[in-house]
Each structure stands twice: as structure tokens, then as C-alpha cells.
């Protein structure tokens, strides 16, 4: 009687580093990143070097001094004897704003336009694919400046609204749209009381998406199917406008109003901001449209005449069916158009908004003339939004992938 044994282990040799399989990736990996750690060092040698010879230093001192110069959109306090440090956290929230509003509207579109493309409706088709091949085939930054300039011209002044005798008038008495942005009103928060209605209202936000998650579940469990749209409208007002009222209304309105040459009061959404919003959501939504479109297409259409079969409407074929699978097609890309908005909204600078390349790559670094450090923390703050950006996506991306044995 014979048995198989494996064959003795021989002894660890040097060689075996590039003849053996097991260890040859390894050791490539290896020597490519030696090679990289060394071309990094003398590049960063060679810099220190250089600025020696000239008599400067890299130092980030003057992130403390004043900056002197105005930024025309803040959310936080800033005037021009704020420091530089302080321009550049501006700088940033203006980018994360932005960046933030063009994701979610670039979202909306792109779902929007992809569904609408696999319409049986010749008209709504040929429109979305309109959409898709214009926008996305003409650079963004053109597409920023034609919404300036369409605002800035055909809008009107803010003097028009003033007089009897008035050429335009605001919309509702709250909203007053002219050639230098939008005036809204705005919510003025009353001590410790707003900020709980503020809370309740972000739990009922939760709260609505954990119902829909549970109608689901169960209807995938049971067959039992929840109603999901009132509860979901009561979700959204009931808990919200109760607390308001018994807390006693902490939360008002702050309207704007012409006084002197411009208007005063409310929420002023400047021309350039709208206008790179606007220009980066239509212009990515496109290509959210067409990964959005392929994602569908990927499902077997057996999934759609089943669920048919069963008696389910479209929409909810569509919701319940169809989108859930296509997810996983559709994520992978969706973060490189998040990245890229984020990238393209340094394009801020050709209308004016003061975002933090406008801010702390622009006026900045010409005002102190440190134009290593300046761009050093730019590739930073660019680099560690694009990592959250990518880790974020990546946990949805890893919550709705199949799940393997």
C-alpha cells in the first residue's frame, strides 16, 4: 500500500525571488516602489536644494497673516483682515458646497435622463439622447460660462424691482431672481429650540429612508406590499411641524427686500455659484445618464416580463426589479463622475466664485508668493476629498453587491 506526500520543502534561496512564481510579483511590487521612494526623495532633495540657493525655505507661516482681499460668498465669518488660513477654509467650504449640490442635481438628471432613454415613447427617447449627446460633448467649462452670461444679460437689475411703475417684481414676495443671483428667504434659527426642530427633521429624513428600506424587505420576505408614499409624506411633515409649533415656532423667515441699490436681507445665491452649479449638473448628468442606461440594460429583460407576469406595474418593475440589480453595474462609474465634479468645480474661478483654488491657489499664493506650499495643500485638500468621496462610495458600493457564499 502507497500514499501520496507532498514533496519536502527545500530550503529558501535568493534565486528564487525571480525564478519562483510565489515570490516574483513581490519582488517586482518591491523594486518599483524603491525606485518610486528614490525619485520622490530627489525630487523633494532637488527642491530643497534650489530654494536654498535663492535664500527661501518652505514654510507655512504665512498662513497666519492677513489676508486682505474680500470674498464675496461666505458662510462663515470672514472679512479682509482675516487670516490666510482662515480665506482657505472659506475657499473650502465654497468647493464642498458646490461640489455637494452639483453631485445630488447631477444624480436627479442622470437617473432621470437613463430611465427616460429606454422609454417606449419615440419623442421622450430621442429628447434624452439629445440631452445626452449635447451636453456631455461640449467642455464644461464652456457650458459655465454660457449660463453666466445668460444669466448676467437676461436677467434683470435689481432696480427694475424698485418703483410703481416696476418692469419686474419679485415671485411671491420672497423670491427675486435679477442679473446679480438669486434672493431667497432665508431660515433664521432661534437658540437651542431651532436646532432640535433642525434634528427631528433629519430623523424623520432617516426615519423615511429605514420605512421604505423595511416595505421592501417584507414585500421581498412575505409578498406583503406596505403603502410607501403617505407614510413617507407623513414621515417627512407630521414630526417636523409638531415639535415647530410646540416649541413655539423657533425658526423664522428672513425676507429680502430693495433697499439702496441692491437687495438686503435673505439668502443671496450668487450668479456664479448657480451658474457653475447648474453648468457641472447637466454636463456630468449626462454621463450619469448613459451608466445609469447601461446598468438597466445589463439586467436580462427575462427579469422585467417575470415581474410583469406577476402582475407588477412598470414603476414598480422598475423600483423594485430593475434598479436594485443595476446597482451594481451602475455605482463603479458613478463615483468617477462624483470625483469629477469635484475636480471640475476648481473651474469656479472663470465666473468669479471664490473657491479654494480661487481662494488659496489664486490670490493667495500671488499675494505671499509661496507657490510650493500653496499648491502642496491644494493637492491635499483635492487628494483627501477624493479619498472620502471614493470610501463613502465604496461602503454603499460594498452594501449592494451580491453576496457570495
Known amino acids: 500500500m502507497?500514499?501520496?506526500?507532498?514533496?519536502?520543502?527545500?530550503?529558501f534561496r535568493l534565486s528564487m525571488l525571480i525564478n519562483d512564481t510565489r515570490y516574483r510579483s513581490y519582488t517586482f511590487q518591491f523594486i518599483a516602489l524603491v525606485l518610486l521612494i528614490g525619485f520622490m526623495a530627489y525630487l523633494g532633495i532637488n527642491l530643497v536644494s534650489n530654494l536654498a540657493a535663492q535664500g527661501l525655505n518652505i514654510s507655512f507661516g504665512f498662513?497666519?497673516?492677513?489676508?486682505?482681499?474680500?470674498?464675496n460668498q461666505t458662510v462663515v465669518e470672514y472679512d479682509s483682515q482675516s487670516s490666510h488660513l482662515r480665506a482657505a477654509v472659506v475657499g473650502i467650504i465654497n468647493t464642498l458646497?458646490?461640489?455637494?449640490?452639483?453631485?445630488?442635481?447631477?444624480?436627479?438628471?442622470?437617473v432621470i435622463a437613463g430611465v427616460l432613454r429606454l422609454s417606449n415613447n419615440w419623442v421622450v427617447r430621442k429628447l434624452m439622447a439629445f440631452y445626452v449627446e449635447i451636453f456631455r460633448n461640449i467642455p464644461v467649462l464652456i457650458w459655465i460660462i454660457i449660463i453666466f452670461s445668460v444669466m448676467t444679460v437676461s436677467m434683470p437689475a435689481p432696480n427694475a424691482f424698485r418703483g410703481d411703475n416696476a418692469t419686474s417684481s419679485m415671485l411671491f414676495d420672497a423670491f427675486a431672481f435679477t442679473n446679480r443671483g438669486v434672493y431667497s428667504p432665508a431660515p433664521v434659527i432661534d437658540g437651542a429650540s431651532g436646532w432640535i426642530?433642525?434634528?427631528v427633521f433629519i430623523a424623520s429624513i432617516i426615519g423615511?429612508?429605514?420605512y421604505r428600506r423595511y416595505a421592501t424587505k417584507k414585500l421581498y420576505d412575505t409578498g406583503q406590499l406596505l403603502p410607501m408614499l403617505w407614510p413617507s409624506v407623513a414621515l417627512f411633515f407630521v414630526?417636523?411641524?409638531?415639535?415647530?409649533?410646540?416649541?413655539?415656532?423657533?425658526i423664522t423667515l428672513d425676507y429680502p427686500s430693495l433697499q439702496g441699490f441692491n437687495f438686503q436681507g435673505g439668502l443671496h445665491l450668487r450668479g456664479s455659484l448657480i451658474a457653475?452649479?447648474?453648468?457641472?449638473?447637466?454636463?456630468?448628468?449626462?454621463f450619469i445618464a448613459e451608466n445609469v442606461r447601461a446598468g438597466i440594460q445589463a439586467i436580462s429583460k427575462g427579469q422585467t416580463e417575470a415581474a410583469a407576469s406577476l402582475g407588477l406595474r412598470p414603476g414598480r418593475i422598475m423600483n423594485l426589479v430593475i434598479l436594485p440589480q443595476a446597482l451594481r453595474v451602475i455605482i463603479p462609474p458613478l463615483i468617477s463622475q462624483y470625483l469629477n465634479i469635484t475636480k471640475n468645480s476648481s473651474l469656479a474661478i472663470a465666473v468669479g466664485y471664490m473657491d479654494v483654488t480661487s481662494t488659496l491657489g489664486g490670490i493667495t499664493l500671488n499675494q505671499t508668493g509661496r507657490a510650493i506650499e500653496c499648491i502642496l495643500l491644494l493637492m491635499l485638500f483635492y487628494l483627501t476629498i477624493s479619498l472620502l468621496i471614493s470610501?463613502?462610495?465604496?461602503?454603499?458600493?460594498?452594501?449592494?453587491?451580491?453576496?457570495?457564499?
Open 208 to 210: 423615511i429612508f429605514a
Open 391 to 405: 470610501a463613502v462610495m465604496n461602503v454603499y458600493n460594498n452594501s449592494v453587491k451580491l453576496k457570495e457564499r
Open 63 to 71: 498662513l497666519g497673516d492677513p489676508a486682505g482681499y474680500d470674498i
Open 197 to 199: 426642530v433642525i434634528a
Open 239 to 250: 414630526p417636523t411641524i409638531l415639535v415647530y409649533f410646540i416649541l413655539g415656532r423657533p
Open 97 to 110: 458646497i458646490v461640489a455637494f449640490l452639483a453631485c445630488v442635481t447631477a444624480t436627479i438628471f442622470g
Open 2 to 11: 502507497t500514499s501520496v506526500t507532498d514533496p519536502p520543502q527545500g530550503s
Open 276 to 286: 457653475l452649479w447648474f453648468a457641472l449638473a447637466i454636463y456630468t448628468g449626462a
